[in-house]
T-cell receptor, first 118, second 111 residues
Framework: GAGVSQSPSNKVTEKGKDVELRCDPI?????LYWYRQSLGQGLEFLIY????????KSGLPSDRFSAERTGGSVSTLTIQRTQQEDSAVYLC????????????????FGEGSRLTVL | DAKTTQPPSMDCAEGRAANLPCNHS???????VYWYRQIHSQGPQYIIH???NNETNEMASLIITEDRKSSTLILPHATLRDTAVYYC????????????FGKGTSLLVTP
């Protein structure tokens, strides 16, 4: 597709359940980012993938959060044993990344996945 | 990355210029100034970036002071659709690190 695609757009789950959120970046973008945004708050960085390098996981809030990126393209963010404080919009972004013909370092964001934990 | 300071909120009348300030007094020589905005319920959108020269594109103009310690994003003729949170971010371009978004400035464009 032309832009970053995320699914599901909305997810309601019960406390304690696991959830998976998917991000399909723009074709050819080697860098992929996950952020989350709680209601009324700014964007909180979670994790960053760049090509085949080890991901920067420094923003993951706990070991219940993990992410993978298969084949350098699609990424899945997994939250295990969800808690109510995990409720937020989870945003994915991609960019051309390092070493490419980077014009601006611009990040392209998807529309987000809204997670509600009851 | 250098820290930025922005006013939490601003108002602007429709059709007037919106001037959004950003202080980045600890900016280093290889750090760029980026501006993004986030319209309600949407993902952030890139607006413009610059190093030391003023920049202009179809969306906005970016004025960077000579000492690079502050900048101003200018929306020349604000419309109601420009109501959004505007984020000023300073970062080494393509540094391999994620952009750190602060709280930004909430701009309200009024009729």
């Amino acid at each position: 597709g032309a832009g970053v695609s995320q699914s599901p757009s909305n997810k309601v789950t019960e406390k304690g359940k696991d959830v998976e959120l998917r991000c399909d970046p723009i074709s050819g973008h080697t860098a992929l980012y996950w952020y989350r945004q709680s209601l009324g708050q700014g964007l909180e960085f979670l994790i960053y993938f760049q090509g085949n390098s080890a991901p920067d996981k420094s923003g993951l809030p706990s070991d219940r959060f993990s992410a993978e990126r298969t084949g350098g393209s699609v990424s899945t963010l997994t939250i295990q044993r969800t808690q109510q404080e995990d409720s937020a919009v989870y945003l994915c972004a991609s960019s051309l990344g390092r070493g490419a013909q980077v014009l601006s370092g611009e990040l392209f964001f998807g529309e987000g996945s809204r997670l509600t934990v009851l | 990355d250098a820290k930025t300071t922005q006013p939490p909120s601003m108002d602007c009348a429709e059709g007037r210029a919106a001037n959004l300030p950003c202080n980045h007094s600890t900016i280093s020589g290889n750090e760029y100034v980026y501006w993004y905005r986030q319209i309600h319920s949407q993902g952030p959108q890139y607006i413009i970036h610059g190093l030391k020269n003023n920049e202009t594109n179809e969306m906005a103009s970016l004025i960077i002071t000579e000492d690079r310690k502050s900048s101003t994003l200018i929306l020349p003729h604000a419309t109601l659709r420009d109501t959004a949170v505007y984020y000023c971010i300073v970062r080494v371009r393509d540094s391999g690190y994620a952009l750190n978004f602060g709280k930004g400035t909430s701009l309200l464009v009024t009729p």
